[in-house]
């Protein structure tokens, strides 16, 4: 058995991929298997990963199928994981060589069910590390960890006895994987290092807004679904009324005014405003929702009335950012 899986899926990055895979085969935990999955590629990337796989086939193991999704790809995988852990590296990030070394390392020293650490945002010209801390417990976790896939070390069998798989066919499939990840785990623990470079594309998926951005409201009716069929729902309905509001009115908020077909916007946050109040109609009323803080004040306020007032000004913003970024 290999310490670490690492599931690369990968699909037209051609310009970054090189770097990507240079990042992984030159990590200091050797005992590790790079898992690539080619989901239909139609640029230079199958060519590339192809070098890699000749050159290091005792570390990588190479998969191709149909184009299906970045969630897909990483379900197809899972039948090929060998390694005690599992990773998941999105093919347009890097890391750094120390990374898994470390991660796993922590992983056996704590008996963690799950690892998670740092990260830089890298954008062009600058780069911005998200921080991490220590939690509680569960309901900790529910609320304030980072809804991300790859910058965590999963234990296979925690994967393997919750049969848990990414939703295939929706945007937002880490925030479902993960949110029903959390009950199954007895103990995280988290390295505070940056290791990922989450690259920023323009042209990427996360920053491509249209109709699809409402998937998020399917995401968390399904966590919601599986959180009621384990029969845990009322032990965590206060952290997942929350989440639903918080993810509702502030980041899906912000994607869905980037909308720029003016009807799919407006239809877009009509659907999220109304899933919100029928799913929760008594959301305000949540004890998290009561805490100080910007965040809160700002969707205590959130009415039929200043809906329409926030999405102007939003928008306004948004105009005002794409022009600066256009003429400067």
Known sequence: MKKVSIIVPFYNVENYIDK?????????????????????????????????????????????????????????????????????????????KDMYEKMYN??????????????????????????????KDKKDILLNARVVAWN????????????????????????????????????????EEPFIHYVQRDNSISNSQNTRTKEIIDVLDNVIKYYKEKNIY?????????????YILCSSMLRMIMIEDKKTR???????????NEKFPEWKKNKYLKENGLKNKYMRSVNNFTLKIYKFMGRIKFIRKQLQRKFV
């Open 152 to 191: 965590k070390l999963i234990k296979k069998d925690l994967i393997e006895n919750s049969k848990i798989k990414f939703p295939v066919g929706l945007r937002y499939e880490d925030v479902e994987f993960f949110y029903k990840i959390i009950p199954h785990i007895k103990k995280l623990t988290i390295v």
């Open 20 to 96: 990507c895979l240079n990042s992984l085969v030159n990590q200091t935990l050797e005992d590790i298997e790079i898992i690539l999955v080619n989901d239909g590629s139609k640029d230079n990337s199958e060519k590339i990963a192809k070098k890699y796989y000749e050159k290091y086939h005792d570390k990588i193991i190479y998969l191709e199928k149909q184009n299906g999704g970045l969630s897909d790809a990483r379900n197809y995988a899972f039948p090929y994981i060998n390694g005690e852990y599992v990773a998941f590296l999105d093919s347009d990030d890097y890391i750094e």
């Open 234 to 246: 009322n032990e965590y309905k206060e952290e997942l009324e929350y989440n639903y509001a918080r």
């Open 106 to 135: 922590k992983a056996i020293e704590e008996k963690a069910d799950l690892v998670e650490c740092n990260f830089w945002w890298e954008y062009p010209n600058e780069q911005l590390e998200s921080k991490g801390r220590i939690y």
């Open 266 to 276: 407006n239809e877009t946050i009509k659907f999220a405003w109304n899933s919100l």
